[in-house]
């Protein structure tokens, strides 16, 4: 069982991309590249912040390109598959932004699956705080290593054919998001307050997945046995007879 981290580039800004409003302008955005990671849930899952850090410090991380497709199967493939496989798909800002630029990419039914896995930390925080806080701020605001660049510089560096520095920008946020996730608790900059795991963090999402799908299973078996309990306490009319 794995949880997927990413994180996307695209190749122009939402204002200059057509719409009629900013969903739709996000829509028709275009990938330049995303990157990704997949950890084990196990190290997640064990309660221990320094086993989870160094799993995330382990994870290899993967690349893909919009304009390279080799096998002729689509660019983003590996990625689909990977979030079949995860149990949760982890991100920021990647209901409001990463996921509606990737849905001309996937069909339908296989998006509403991945969706019902995500965990979108951006929105946890807005929800629960009111305030938009952007990563690098709370990257500062934790003592990690902060963004190497911004969207801005991005979109220059794929104009420019400057894949090498696109590619470690991206992957830099991605794992810097990681070791974001699997802290205890963060300091909140601007409301000067902190927050827990279970507000934002990975293993607390993890754990909320793995008890739903208990109870769920729970039900269903208390529901088959009471199933067979009333079968077998119904009279046979065939002996009767």
């Known amino acids: ?9 695209t190749q122009g800004l939402i204002k200059h991309s057509p719409g009629f409003d900013r969903e739709e302008q996000v829509r028709n955005l ?6 990704y990671m997949v950890i084990p849930s196990a190290p997640l899952l064990a309660g221990d912040e320094a086993a989870a850090a160094a799993a995330v410090e382990a994870a290899p991380m993967v690349t893909l ?3 390279e497709d080799e096998g002729g199967v689509g660019p983003f493939r590996a990625l689909f598959e990977a979030f079949d496989a995860a149990e949760l798909i982890v991100g920021y800002n990647s209901l409001g932004f990463d996921h509606p630029v990737l849905y001309k990419h996937c069909d339908r039914r ?4 991945h969706l019902f896995k995500v965990h979108d930390a951006f929105a946890r925080l807005r929800d629960h705080t009111g305030v938009w806080f952007k990563l690098d701020h709370l990257l500062q605001a934790n003592g ?32 810097a998001l990681a070791r974001l996730l699997v802290l205890r608790e963060i300091k909140l900059p601007k409301i000067h307050s902190t927050a827990p795991n279970y507000v934002f963090g990975i293993s ?20 088959a046995a009471l199933e067979q309990a009333l079968a077998g306490s119904q009279p046979d009319d065939s002996r009767a007879a």
Request: charge should be negative; include cysteine; hydrophobic fraction near 40%.
């Open 1 to 9: 069982m794995s949880v997927v981290v990413w994180d996307i580039e």
């Open 30 to 35: 275009e990938v330049s590249c995303l990157s």
């Open 65 to 67: 390109w919009r304009d």
């Open 110 to 113: 296989r998006t509403e699956k």
């Open 144 to 175: 990690l290593a902060t963004k190497t660049a911004d969207g801005l510089q991005a979109i220059e560096w794929w104009k420019a054919g400057e894949r090498t520095l696109l590619r470690e920008y991206c992957e830099q946020d991605v794992r």
């Open 204 to 223: 607390s999402a993890l754990a909320a997945r793995r008890a739903s799908e208990a109870c769920l299973q729970a039900e269903a078996e208390v529901g």
